[in-house]
């Protein structure tokens, strides 16, 4: 099994920043790709960016490049994504993913998930 938790939400006038957080633990974890997902009240949720296990390859959503950053510290079992210019429609709540087999962007792609944390941006 593999559990993750993220933490760093909150809210946050546009143009402004935050860091989130997502620590793994649990067994099974080892060589994982990490990602995060996001979903809006009354939508799907949506890819936002995922990194590999060595942080060679990352890969982001069209609507986050250039404003969002993926990054992990695999001594720490820790990924990170570092938000700035936010802008209100990224409000939504913040998945963590995980998969040590499939990487993608579709929700399916991704075996483990945590919780959710709540990122509000006001205008």
């Known amino acids: 099994q593999v559990q993750l938790v993220e933490s760093g939400g909150g809210l946050v006038q546009a143009g402004g920043s935050l860091r989130l957080s997502c620590a793994a633990s649990?067994?099974?974890?080892?060589?994982?790709?990490m990602g995060w997902f996001r979903q809006a009240p009354g939508k799907e949720p949506a890819f936002v960016a995922w990194i590999s296990w060595t942080s060679n390859t990352k890969n982001y959503a069209d609507s986050v490049k250039g404003r969002y950053t993926i990054s992990r510290d695999n001594a720490k079992n820790t990924m990170y994504l570092q938000m700035n210019s936010l802008r209100p429609e990224d409000t939504a709540v913040y998945y963590c993913v995980a998969d040590n087999i499939v990487t993608g962007t579709r929700p399916n792609d991704w075996q483990y998930w945590g919780q959710g944390t709540q990122v509000t941006v006001s205008s």
């Open positions: 649990g067994r099974d974890f080892g060589n994982h790709a």
